[in-house]
């Protein structure tokens, strides 16, 4: 962490992705919810075809609505936890009193003490397993907790009703009569075993003990996820789009190397020292990324990776990693497209009272080598050889030869053969210029401006 | 992405998976002891005697399943069905555990009275251990396994004698309220309908799980994408900047300026080195050169800015400021001298050329931030400071020294330091002329000879 600054705006950011994940987790319940009620619904109509079924159909419905108005209001309130732990309390007292009562549409209903014996509880399990689709451990306790409280209160009412017969109301200590007798007192229809509901609870609160530490890891892994997501997708900033797939996926640092033809092109500031001399180094800052950010944007444009930025040059390659069809192209439209760029650039900067900053571009094509270079612990994937090394020195050219763009004579012989002359408009064929370090002259072709690029 | 690059990540990602996976069933191991161990409580609370101990002595050998199933997927004999094998064992002991009668119990209920009690509710606790799996499909299994145990259960139940079901009685539903209640609460009768019910909850709840199951396993599979791309990237930045530039979440954010020292250092005549090499030579050659160099830099605390070329740029004194940045560099400097006549020595031995360098130092302000554009940053000290620097580098050709000191760099050296062996053989040059710059920059100088004495 650099900074208390820094720390808040990186916590803030994680906060937004888990937020995010819970949003889309809350979502997924909801989903799973209607889900698994629409297959309730089925199944009752096909168990109870007849106005039975149509009463527990309306039930289920009523707890479909219930879920989804929860989502909504969730997805109004994120931070409001407490809106999901009164749904979840509202759930399950909803449950225990269906389960309870005794549905009017039953024309000789049976004991409520008999029915209990169908056993419905389960249902509890499927409103607990919902649970372990958020990642708050809390939510699954509260679950257990409600269910514990709704379902404790709903047998407390039932052992209280007068004709239940219970161990409680036996004469003599449960365990004193014979076994026939105590089967026989456990099958009368009015029977509710006490033991009954304390293990259906202690059963589902074990269970929700183990969601809730699924849970615990679900979210402890969402957090990770979130934060090294985070620091990837700050990392990768850090390369050009196209590279980025290539170099993540890279798990042998120092491979191989490739040789390929690429357009290389170097673009800079004329005159960028005495320019930035009188600058504050915010200005100078400001001036640069004013600058590199119009660059970048052509190179991006054009299909092209920002290889590296030097000072206030920046350095492009088309072909790279792959070569394409219409790299020297590519290449040459972008040099045109930053000549435009920059017009416009320095319209808006005369306007402001600021001294104008013309550029100069340099553009070359052949082979080049491209792979990792540097030491393990500090790697950088370069393009290496000669082509750079012309291409850097036709752009400090652009100041001998008073143009905005010179080209190797190499580029246009391959811009001919990609795309025909008419790319080439424009350009003017100049004297073969002495390139330092380079014994053999190299021809060069120039761009006079920037409304050459209009015209052509 | 190439085919050999998916099928790299393929490779990775599994292995990562199956690590992950093995970290979870130890967690679910600790977990299955925990519910067991409340169970046998309940169940010694509830029967405290023989009947008990009976099956809180089975409900132990559920629980070192999990250990077992722990040991099974560490060893080298694991594979991918035994997930299967051991859900279906553990459905299967937890059915028999509740069926099969209790050899302590004194009088024997009708097995009827199992079905009637609440016992269905344990198979819950193995189908809720699977949620910690990665695997959505053994969730699921996990759920039609309960079923099928419990209803081979019921089948033999049935197939006992004097055992009945509605189906056994025509027109069940048509019977009066008090005939159908009364032979409901026969002690033979077992409810097929509260038993399809159970089974429906329970394939509803196995499906919510799976889906719980299946999201985890997403999540832990883009996890690993990205931790992987974060290590893959992390390579490309020197390791003293990785944290500062990964928890950077706004790019492009405020700029400092601080003293700090930059150093230079190329290969001379790298250019004419090159030409007649094959290109893998030449990025032989580079690699080499530049993690002998970086070496240095790391081992001085420095941070490797950039390699522009054959040439290495490297700065002291970032991202913070530290209390020995220009000795850590000018120490780094001769460090690297040194390691290039190690170099030298080792390419005289298989008969290859010597090579030579220039390094080149400077220490004054300078402005660091991110320049570039938000799709492609660059976290960079730019500045006066590094123009002198890379020019002192140049410098070392013309007045035919290894190293080129600037002044402020020595006086830093001094004030840092004092008069200490980094400055040894250092020696006041001429004020040297730097092109682009009006005034003049007093150097101090460096030869080779010194460099090896030192």
């Not at chain 1, 407390?156 to 239940?164: H, K, M, R, S």
């Not at chain 1, 950010?293 to 590296?308: I, P, S, Y």
């Not at chain 1, 416009?344 to 571009?361: H, L, S, T």
């Not at chain 1, 790697?379 to 850097?392: C, K, M, P, Q, S």
Request: proline content about 5%; aromatic content about 10%.
């Amino acid at each position: 962490m650099t900074n208390p600054i820094g720390e808040a705006s990186a916590t803030a950011a994680l906060g937004g992705a888990f937020a995010a994940a819970e949003q889309s987790a809350f979502r997924l319940m909801a989903r799973a919810r209607l889900i698994a009620m629409g297959l309730f619904v089925v199944y009752t109509g096909i168990q109870f075809p007849s106005l039975l079924g149509v009463y527990w159909i309306g039930l289920v419905v009523v707890f479909g609505l219930a879920g989804w108005v929860h989502y909504r209001l969730r997805a109004r309130c994120p931070a409001k936890e407490w809106i999901t732990v009164a749904f979840l309390g509202l759930d399950a007292v909803m449950l225990a009193v269906a389960i309870l009562a005794t549905n009017p549409f039953v024309p000789d209903p049976w004991p409520i003490q008999a029915n209990l014996r169908y056993h419905s509880f389960p249902y509890f399990f499927v409103f607990l397993a919902l649970t372990a689709l958020t990642y708050s451990p809390r939510l699954v306790i509260w679950t257990g907790v409600f269910v514990m409280v709704a379902w404790g209160i709903g047998s407390a009412i039932v052992f209280a009703l007068p004709e239940t017969k219970t161990v409680l109301d036996y004469a003599v200590p449960f365990s004193g009569p014979s076994g026939a007798e105590k089967l026989k007192f456990t099958l009368d229809p009015h029977y509710y075993s006490v033991a009954q509901p304390i293990q259906d609870v202690f059963v589902l609160l074990v269970v929700a003990a183990i969601l809730a530490a699924a849970v615990w890891r679900s979210k402890r892994l969402v957090e990770r996820q979130v934060e090294t997501a985070q620091e990837r997708a700050n990392l990768a900033r850090y390369f050009s789009p196209s590279m980025v797939e290539a170099l993540a996926g890279t798990d042998q640092p120092l491979g191989g190397v490739r040789s390929q033809n690429v357009a290389v092109l170097f673009a800079d500031i004329v005159g960028f020292t005495s320019l930035s001399e009188k600058l504050p180094p915010e200005a100078v800052i400001e001036l640069l990324r004013d600058f590199h950010g119009r660059m970048a944007r052509e190179v991006f444009a054009h299909d092209g990776t920002v290889d590296k930025y030097i000072g206030d040059a920046i350095m492009a390659t088309f072909g790279t990693p792959h070569t394409g069809t219409r790299d020297a192209s590519n290449a040459l439209a972008c040099a045109k497209a930053m000549l435009v760029s920059i017009d416009a650039w320095n319209q808006e900067r005369k306007a402001r009272g600021m001294p104008e900053a013309p550029i100069g571009v340099g553009l070359h094509f052949g082979p080049a080598v491209m792979g990792d270079i540097g030491d393990e612990q500090r790697l950088e994937y370069a393009v290496i050889g000669d082509t750079v090394n012309v291409a850097a020195r036709l752009e400090a050219l652009t100041r001998e030869v008073d143009a905005p763009l010179v080209v190797s004579g190499d580029t246009v012989a391959a811009v001919r053969r990609e795309s025909g002359s008419g790319a080439l408009a424009g350009l003017e064929e100049q004297a073969a210029a002495q390139v330092k370090g380079r014994a053999q002259k190299v021809p060069v072709w120039i761009l006079r401006n920037s409304d050459a690029v209009s015209s052509g | 992405m190439t085919d050999t690059v998916a099928a790299a990540q393929n490779a990775h990602l599994r292995s990562a998976f199956v690590k992950e996976e093995l970290r979870s069933l130890r967690l679910v191991m600790y977990v299955r002891i925990a519910a067991s161990a409340a169970i046998i409580a309940y169940l010694l609370l509830r029967f405290p005697s023989p009947t008990g101990i009976y099956w809180a002595s089975l409900t132990v050998v559920f629980a070192s399943f999990g250990s077992l199933q722990y040991l099974v997927a560490r060893s080298r004999y694991t594979a991918r069905w035994h997930k299967y094998v051991f859900v279906a064992i553990d459905l299967a002991l937890v059915t028999f555990i509740i069926h099969y009668p209790n050899p302590f119990m004194a009088e024997a209920f009708p097995i009827a009275e199992n079905f009637r009690f609440p016992n269905f509710d344990f198979l819950y606790v193995v189908v809720a251990l699977m949620a910690f799996s990665y695997a959505p499909g053994v969730v699921a299994f996990a759920g039609l396994a309960a079923i099928l145990a419990w209803g081979t259960g019921v089948y033999l139940a049935l197939q006992l004698p004097g055992m009945i079901s509605e189906y056994d009685v025509a027109n069940f539903e048509a019977q009066p309220m008090a005939e159908r209640l009364r032979m409901a609460n026969g002690p033979t009768f077992i409810d097929i309908g509260a038993r399809t019910q159970e089974f429906f909850i329970m394939a509803v709840t196995a499906g919510i799980l799976a889906t719980a199951v299946w999201r985890s396993k997403r999540l832990v599979s883009r996890q690993m994408r990205a931790e992987r791309a974060r290590t893959n990237l992390s390579r490309y930045f020197s390791p003293g900047m990785i944290d500062e530039l990964a928890d950077q979440d706004e790019p492009l954010g405020a700029v400092r300026e601080q003293n700090v020292a930059v150093l230079f250092a190329d290969i001379v005549g790298f250019t004419s080195l090159s030409e007649n090499q094959p290109p893998e030579k030449v990025i032989a050659l580079l690699r080499d050169f530049h993690s002998r160099m970086a070496g240095e830099v790391f081992a001085h605390g420095g941070t490797v800015d950039k390699y522009i070329g054959d040439a290495i740029m490297a700065t002291f004194g970032t991202p913070r400021t530290g209390t020995r940045d220009a000795t850590s560099a000018l120490t780094c400097g001769r460090a690297m001298l040194e390691a290039v006549e190690a170099w030298n020595r080792e390419r005289g031995a298989r008969g290859e050329s010597s090579i030579a360098v220039g390094i080149g130092l400077h220490f004054g302000p300078a402005v660091m931030g991110d320049i570039g554009d938000e799709r492609r940053l660059e976290y960079a000290v730019i500045g006066d400071t590094v123009n002198v620097a890379a020019r002192l580098e140049t410098l070392t050709r013309e007045i035919d020294a290894p190293l080129v000191v600037s002044n402020d760099t020595v006086e830093a050296v001094r004030r840092e330091t004092g008069e200490t062996a980094a400055l040894a053989g250092l020696k006041k040059g001429e004020t040297a002329a730097v092109r682009g710059r009006s005034g003049t920059v007093p150097v101090w100088t460096l030869n080779t000879a010194a460099a090896g004495g030192a």
